[in-house]
C-alpha cells in the first residue's frame, strides 16, 4: 500500500520564550527596539499566512479542475486507499460511478466485438452508458493493467464455457487485451472461424504471447440427449442432469475456467420445446422443477470440477445470473431501457439461480471463486442491446452492449488472478 506523507508537517513546538523581567519604561529605546520587533514579527507571520492560505486555495482550484473525482484519479493510476484490500474487499457491493475515463477499448476497432453487441456502431445516439465503472463500497478494483496482464498470460490457456453471455465476456476480455497488442494481425482465431450464435468452439490466439482465449458453448453444461423410447407425446428431447456435456474434456487443463449458465433454464427453452429432465435413464422426469434440475445439473458439475480439474493449476470461477430488464404486460414484454444507471434494483438483484449456485459452491470439497455480478447488472437497465442489435426488428433487453458490463466483469476476474504471485 502506498502511504501519503505530508512533506508540510512540522517538526517541533516553534516556540520562543519573552522575558519579563525588565519593568517597562515609557519612551526607552529598549520598549520601542520591542514594539518595532513585534510588529515586524506579526507582519512576518501574516505573509506566512496569506502564503499559505494561497496555496490551500490553489491546491483547491487544481483539484476542482484537474481531479474532479479523486478516486477517480487513484483508480486510474492503479492505486488502491490505504484500507482497501481486493483480498478482504467484497468486490461485488457497491455501486457504479461515473467515469469519463471509460470505455478502455473501441468497438468498432476490435473484430471480434460482434457487431450484434456494438450498440454504438448499430445506430444509438447516446454514450453515457459507456462511462460507468463499478465502485466497491469499501476498496477500488484495480485498473485494468494490459501491460501486465499479457506478460501474465504468456503461455497459459482462458476457457470460457456457457450460454451467448458467457461469449460476450470471451469477446470482451479479447477486445480488452487487444488494445496492449501492436500487432494485430498476431491476434485470430485457430480455427479462422467467424463468431457465430450456434458454433460451439471458438479459440483466439495472441500469437505475440503464446496464449489462447477460448469458448465453449454449452448452455445448460450438462449434455442434451434424443427423446428416449416409450416417453409421452410432449417430450421431444431430454436433459441429462447426471452427465457433463459431451465436451468437457477440452476444458480441462487451462489455466483460467469461467463457468456460467442460467439464461436457457426456463420454460420457453425447455418445456415448450419437448424438453424434459432425466436422471440416470427413463423415465423421463416429467414433474421435475427447472429450479430442482438446475440444483441437480450444478451438482454433477461441481462433482466433475473436484475430480478433474487439478486446482493447483486451474483458477475455476463461476458467475452468477445476469438479470434482463424485460417488462411483462398482459401478453406483452416490453424492454424498460433506461440512459443512466437505476438507483434502486427493484428485486433484480435477487435470482434462484444465482442462491443455487453460491449454495453448491460453498460445499464444494475444492476452491472455486463465484462471481456475484446479479447485483451488479440489476442497476444497469441503461445498457443492454435493447433495439440496438445487427437485426433492427428484434429487440434485446437480455445482452450487453460492447464495451460495456462484461468488461467490468473481467476487470474483476484479473483482479482476483492479480492477488496470485504466480500470475
Known amino acids: 500500500m502506498m502511504k501519503m506523507v505530508n512533506p508540510f508537517s512540522w517538526n517541533g513546538s516553534g516556540r520562543r520564550g519573552l522575558s519579563f523581567g525588565s519593568p517597562r519604561v515609557p519612551?526607552?529605546?529598549?520598549?520601542?527596539?520591542?514594539?518595532?520587533?513585534?510588529?515586524?514579527?506579526?507582519?512576518?507571520?501574516?505573509?506566512?499566512?496569506?502564503?499559505?492560505?494561497?496555496?490551500?486555495?490553489?491546491?483547491?482550484?487544481g483539484y476542482i479542475y484537474v481531479f474532479p473525482n479523486l478516486s477517480q484519479a487513484i483508480h486510474a493510476y492503479g492505486v488502491l486507499p490505504d484500507n482497501s484490500s481486493i483480498a478482504t474487499c467484497d468486490v461485488f457491493e457497491g455501486n457504479w460511478i461515473r467515469d469519463t475515463s471509460y470505455p478502455l477499448y473501441n468497438g468498432s476497432e476490435c473484430p471480434f466485438a460482434e457487431q450484434g453487441f456494438n450498440c454504438l456502431a448499430n445506430g444509438r445516439k447516446d454514450d453515457e452508458y459507456l462511462k460507468w465503472r463499478w465502485k466497491p463500497y469499501s476498496c477500488d478494483i484495480p485498473r485494468f493493467n494490459v501491460h501486465k496482464?499479457?506478460?501474465?498470460?504468456?503461455?497459459?490457456?482462458?476457457v470460457f464455457v456457457g450460454d451467448s453471455m458467457s461469449r460476450t465476456q470471451w469477446e470482451s476480455l479479447i477486445c480488452l487485451l487487444m488494445t496492449g497488442v501492436e500487432d494485430k494481425k498476431?491476434?485470430?482465431?485457430?480455427?479462422?472461424?467467424?463468431?457465430?450464435?450456434?458454433?460451439?468452439f471458438l479459440g483466439v490466439r495472441f500469437?505475440?504471447?503464446?496464449?489462447?482465449?477460448?469458448?465453449?458453448?454449452?448452455?445448460?453444461?450438462?449434455q442434451p440427449g434424443p427423446k428416449p423410447r416409450h416417453s409421452p407425446?410432449?417430450?421431444?428431447?431430454?436433459?441429462?442432469?447426471?452427465?457433463?456435456?459431451?465436451?468437457?474434456?477440452?476444458?480441462?487443463?487451462?489455466?483460467?475456467?469461467?463457468?456460467?449458465?442460467?439464461?436457457?433454464?426456463?420454460?420457453?427453452k425447455l418445456?415448450?420445446?419437448g424438453g424434459y429432465f432425466q436422471v440416470g435413464g427413463p423415465p423421463v422426469k416429467l414433474g421435475m422443477q427447472i429450479t430442482t434440475g438446475f440444483r441437480t445439473a450444478l451438482a454433477t458439475w461441481a462433482s466433475w470440477v473436484e475430480t478433474m480439474v487439478n486446482t493447483n493449476r486451474t483458477k475455476v470461477f463461476f458467475r452468477t445470473f445476469e438479470p434482463s430488464h424485460w417488462s411483462d404486460q398482459g401478453r406483452r414484454r416490453f424492454c424498460n431501457m433506461t440512459q443512466e444507471p437505476?438507483?434502486?434494483?427493484?428485486?433484480?438483484?435477487?435470482?434462484?439461480?444465482?442462491?443455487?449456485i453460491s449454495e453448491v459452491v460453498k460445499n464444494m470439497t475444492v476452491p472455486v471463486t463465484i462471481l456475484r455480478v446479479t447485483r451488479m447488472g440489476a442497476f444497469r437497465s441503461d445498457a443492454h442491446v435493447g433495439r440496438w442489435s445487427d437485426a433492427r426488428s428484434v429487440v434485446d433487453c437480455s445482452h450487453w452492449c460492447l464495451p460495456g458490463v462484461p468488461d467490468m466483469w473481467n476487470e474483476i476476474v484479473f483482479s482476483y488472478l492479480l492477488l496470485n504471485d504466480g500470475f
Do not use: H
Open 342 to 356: 437505476i438507483s434502486e434494483t427493484k428485486g433484480k438483484d435477487q435470482s434462484p439461480f444465482s442462491d443455487i
Open 149 to 158: 496482464i499479457l506478460e501474465g498470460l504468456r503461455g497459459k490457456r482462458i
Open 207 to 222: 500469437g505475440s504471447f503464446n496464449f489462447t482465449v477460448e469458448f465453449y458453448r454449452s448452455v445448460y453444461l450438462v
Open 186 to 200: 498476431s491476434v485470430y482465431e485457430v480455427n479462422g472461424n467467424k463468431i457465430t450464435k450456434q458454433i460451439r
Open 233 to 268: 407425446k410432449r417430450v421431444k428431447w431430454t436433459l441429462k442432469l447426471d452427465n457433463l456435456d459431451d465436451i468437457s474434456r477440452q476444458w480441462i487443463d487451462s489455466d483460467v475456467l469461467i463457468f456460467n449458465t442460467g439464461q436457457w433454464w426456463n420454460e420457453g
Open 27 to 61: 519612551n526607552s529605546p529598549r520598549v520601542g527596539f520591542y514594539r518595532k520587533s513585534l510588529v515586524s514579527r506579526s507582519f512576518e507571520i501574516l505573509i506566512v499566512i496569506c502564503l499559505l492560505l494561497s496555496f490551500l486555495i490553489a491546491m483547491g482550484c
Open 271 to 273: 418445456f415448450e420445446t
